[in-house]
């Protein structure tokens, strides 16, 4: 695996390939291995691929950078995640603009059920920063995760009071693994790597640009079942990062503010624009995604006791899915299961009470 982690970092670095021909690429040849190991013929063949582009693939040699970059993730426990990885976030997966590698250290899944991205301007009010406590505090009965850019202002309150609930938190930065920008939160970032993460496209030892940090913000949009923006003013990074998440269908919600206030300017536009959801509290998240509310959870709780073995295993991976669905063939394939058994399996749960068919052959855990 290391060496073909390797080539597929290389692979993104060739120039005319880049992250999403380099995913590509992968998929006709079957490995990052197997492109550079082609023959010229071979690359000329493959679609879409041009001779200039074919000419540096074959003459790429760049390897002992990325050689480097394994030792570091190496010494560092850092898991190194391409596209075609389990641990790979699958909710980037259908973008065209995901990163072929990812970069993580951590201790909850970049695959939880419910997540949630939180970001706003750099100079919060008192006001911001109340409304991202009463969230914390409110979301910490919903099991899930929170994500940001641990930036200052409302990104870092969100990690600051997701940690104080017990929230396990991710940020996303614009740089590698071997700092922490800013440097003023390099505690709170170790805090998070012990309940949540830190996750990053880029090597260690990558310049700071300030190109990255929108980049930066796609990936927070991009990693998210909805984005919450709690204070914005008409520009800015998390205006930028609304638009990509409103892009990415995720739903996004917006606090309102004072039309006078020059910070809540942003937030009253999406509203407005009809790009963001007026948000209250937790409840309006959680009746947008279709949570159950922490009552019905201890109610699949305990339906769950009344469960053993394999419907056990279906319920609680229903359960654990985004949004508590999914497809019958998807299901097949992650839980080694053939449709037939699969479906008389359900089919009982369904009769049980513990799950829902829906339209389209997705079910649902209830």
Not at 141 to 170: F, M, Q, R, W
Not at 171 to 198: E, F, S
Request: proline share 4%; glycine share 8%.
């Amino acid at each position: 695996m290391s060496e073909e982690l390797m080539y597929t970092m290389a692979l993104t670095r060739v120039k005319g390939v880049g992250a999403e021909g380099a995913r590509t690429l992968i998929s006709a040849m079957g490995s990052a291995t197997k492109v550079f190991q082609a023959s010229l013929n071979e690359l000329l063949a493959l679609p879409g691929l041009g001779p200039k582009t074919v000419k540096n693939i074959k003459a790429y040699n760049e390897f002992d950078a990325f050689q480097k970059e394994l030792e570091f993730i190496e010494k560092h426990q850092i898991q190194a995640y391409t596209f075609a990885d389990k641990g790979y976030p699958a909710r980037l997966k259908d973008l065209s603009d995901a990163p072929a590698v990812v970069f993580y250290k951590g201790s909850v899944s970049l695959n939880h059920p419910r997540i949630i991205g939180v970001v706003g301007t750099r100079r919060a009010t008192e006001y911001g920063k109340q409304m991202v406590y009463n969230l914390m505090s409110e979301l910490a009965h919903y099991n899930i995760v929170t994500v940001s850019g641990l930036a200052y202002g409302i990104d870092i309150e969100c990690h600051k009071k997701s940690l104080e609930n017990n929230i396990p938190t991710i940020g996303v930065m614009a740089h590698g693994m071997d700092v922490i920008y800013p440097t003023a939160h390099t505690n709170i970032a170790r805090q998070m790597v012990k309940m949540g993460g830190l996750m990053t496209e880029h090597v260690s030892g990558t310049e700071l640009r300030r190109e990255y940090f929108p980049r930066r913000n796609r990936l927070v949009a991009g990693l998210i079942d909805a984005l919450v923006v709690v204070e914005s003013p008409d520009k800015g990074g998390s205006l930028i990062t609304a638009e990509i998440a409103h892009s990415y269908n995720r739903d996004v919600f917006a606090y309102p503010g004072k039309t006078t206030d020059e910070r809540s300017k942003g937030c009253n536009m999406l509203i407005k624009r009809q790009k963001g959801i007026l948000i209250e509290s937790a409840e309006d998240i959680a009746w947008n995604l279709g949570w159950p509310s922490p009552l019905t959870q201890n109610s699949q709780n305990e339906k769950l006791a009344q469960l053993h073995g394999v419907e056990k295993r279906i319920y609680l991976y229903l359960r654990d899915s985004p949004n508590q669905k999914c497809h019958l063939d998807k299901m097949c394939i992650d839980l080694e299961m053939s449709q037939t058994e699969l479906a008389l399996l359900l089919l009982n749960l369904e009769f049980g009470g513990f799950v829902k068919t829906l339209p389209g052959n997705h079910y649902k855990a209830i």
